[in-house]
Protein backbone atom coordinates (compact mmCIF):
# COMPACT_ATOMS: atom_id res chain seq x y z
CA UNK A 1 0.00 0.00 0.00
CA UNK A 2 1.31 3.62 -1.07
CA UNK A 3 1.59 6.75 1.12
CA UNK A 4 0.25 9.69 0.27
CA UNK A 5 2.66 12.31 0.63
CA UNK A 6 1.01 15.80 1.73
CA UNK A 7 3.29 18.91 0.87
CA UNK A 8 2.82 22.21 2.91
CA UNK A 9 2.46 25.40 1.09
CA UNK A 10 4.27 27.99 2.43
CA UNK A 11 1.98 30.97 2.83
CA UNK A 12 3.03 34.40 1.03
CA UNK A 13 4.36 36.98 3.59
CA UNK A 14 2.91 40.34 2.74
CA UNK A 15 5.26 43.36 2.50
CA UNK A 16 4.41 46.72 2.43
CA UNK A 17 4.39 48.31 -0.99
CA UNK A 18 8.22 49.84 -2.19
CA UNK A 19 5.92 53.14 -3.34
CA UNK A 20 4.05 53.54 -0.20
CA UNK A 21 7.15 53.58 2.26
CA UNK A 22 8.53 56.17 0.07
CA UNK A 23 6.09 58.48 0.25
CA UNK A 24 5.73 57.61 4.27
CA UNK A 25 9.70 58.86 3.95
CA UNK A 26 9.53 61.78 1.92
CA UNK A 27 6.15 62.94 4.19
CA UNK A 28 8.35 62.35 7.30
CA UNK A 29 11.40 64.44 5.59
CA UNK A 30 8.53 67.53 4.80
CA UNK A 31 7.16 67.63 8.10
CA UNK A 32 10.99 67.70 9.81
CA UNK A 33 12.24 70.74 6.70
CA UNK A 34 8.84 72.70 7.66
CA UNK A 35 9.24 72.60 11.12
CA UNK A 36 12.99 73.31 11.16
CA UNK A 37 12.26 76.37 8.69
CA UNK A 38 9.19 77.40 11.18
CA UNK A 39 12.17 77.60 13.86
CA UNK A 40 14.43 79.37 11.99
CA UNK A 41 11.75 82.13 10.81
CA UNK A 42 10.39 82.57 14.52
CA UNK A 43 14.03 83.03 15.59
CA UNK A 44 14.63 85.65 12.90
CA UNK A 45 11.20 87.91 13.68
CA UNK A 46 12.09 87.31 17.20
CA UNK A 47 15.36 89.17 17.03
CA UNK A 48 14.07 91.94 14.73
CA UNK A 49 10.99 92.45 17.16
CA UNK A 50 13.97 92.52 19.96
CA UNK A 51 16.03 95.19 18.04
CA UNK A 52 13.44 96.82 17.07
CA UNK A 53 11.70 97.41 20.72
CA UNK A 54 15.79 97.79 21.96
CA UNK A 55 15.83 100.90 19.68
CA UNK A 56 13.32 102.74 21.61
CA UNK A 57 14.26 102.36 25.16
CA UNK A 58 18.13 103.93 25.08
CA UNK A 59 20.64 102.92 27.25
CA UNK A 60 23.83 104.10 27.67
CA UNK A 61 26.94 101.83 28.95
CA UNK A 62 24.15 98.88 29.73
CA UNK A 63 21.99 100.99 32.28
CA UNK A 64 18.39 101.81 30.87
CA UNK A 65 17.36 105.30 31.49
CA UNK A 66 14.13 106.34 31.52
CA UNK A 67 12.47 108.82 29.56
CA UNK A 68 9.98 110.93 31.18
Known sequence: MRKKLHHKKSKAVRTRKPKESFLVLIR????LVMFALMLGLGAVVGTFFNDKTAESAPTVAGVSIEAN
Do not use: P, T, V
Request: proline share 0%; charged share 0%.
Open 28 to 31: SWML
